[in-house]
């Protein structure tokens, strides 16, 4: 596995409440990895740290091909993100990563193929060319003939399916998705998963999604399990 994204000793603390112990975690390229736990272990606030969301109390998040902000890289061609300024941080979020959450992302104001170009035009890419490329992702996300549509329009999964075609529209190293099928029953569930681990795997991007539903960590390559904010365990799959 070529590493991309790695969090080492991380902690987190909300006044007296420890969210998270001190917790190891990394991810490949083209890796998927479900974090798995009971409500409260941690898991949101160990996606929402290594995505650069939150900053953690202690440890480090690493990211390949990053400079560190000051002093001397941890490795060649790694960067440390927890400790960036807020605005080379959230560019990094733009350029560098895809977030997909459990619903409501989408602006419903805006036809679909328009939702799936946002990122690319707050990159700077004109209106145009970022629809056009937008329109790439609808096919492999079994969406042709929606473009037009407006959020309102669309099923649950195929509200579900636009987000993910919009977190993959900036081709990013790292995915995020925080209970992505959490509002969807369970035959479209599995059909948004599928959809979801192939294409970004597709991609070469790496995943990291929060789940409680075993049925959709299945899909992925690996499960990292946290209990009282710590790694509890880990199953590996050998096909993702
Ligand atoms: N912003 C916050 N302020 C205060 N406490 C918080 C905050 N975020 C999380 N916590 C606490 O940290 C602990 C871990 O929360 P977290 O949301 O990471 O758990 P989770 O495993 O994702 O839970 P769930 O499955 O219910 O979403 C919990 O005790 C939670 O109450």
């Known amino acids: 596995m070529s590493t991309v994204l790695a969090g080492y000793g991380l902690v987190k603390k909300y006044g007296s409440t420890t969210a998270l112990a001190g917790v190891d975690v990394e991810v490949g390229e083209g890796d998927s990895l479900a974090i798995m736990g009971p409500s409260g272990s941690g898991k949101s606030t160990l996606l929402h740290i290594v995505a650069g969301i939150v900053r953690p109390d202690g440890g480090q998040v690493l990211l390949r091909g ?3 902000e000051m002093g001397v ?10 400790n960036l300024g807020e605005n080379r941080l959230s560019a990094l979020r ?6 997909v959450f459990q619903s ?3 602006l419903p104001e805006l036809p679909a193929e328009e939702n ?4 690319l035009m ?9 629809v056009s490329r937008a329109r790439r992702w609808f096919a492999p996300l079994g969406l042709d003939g929606l473009e037009q549509r407006r959020p309102g329009q669309l099923s649950g999964g195929q509200a579900q399916r636009v987000a993910i075609a919009r977190a993959l529209a900036v081709e990013p190293d790292v995915v995020f998705a925080d209970e992505p099928t ?4 369970q035959r479209t569930s599995d059909e948004v998963v599928r959809l979801l681990t192939s294409v970004t795997r597709d991609q070469g991007a790496a995943l990291v999604m929060v789940t409680h539903d075993a049925d959709v960590a299945a899909h992925c390559g690996r499960i990292l399990h946290v209990r009282d904010g710590l790694i509890s365990g880990h199953s ?5």
């Open 122 to 130: 707050l990159e700077g890419v004109p209106r145009g060319r970022a």
């Open 73 to 82: 890289p941890p490795a060649e061609g790694w960067g440390r993100i927890d």
């Open 116 to 119: 799936v170009a946002l990122p």
């Open 104 to 106: 409501g992302q989408l």
């Open 94 to 99: 733009r350029k560098r990563f895809g977030f």
């Open 66 to 68: 990053e400079r560190s």
């Open 236 to 240: 590996q799959y050998t096909v993702a």
């Open 182 to 185: 959490g509002a969807l029953d």
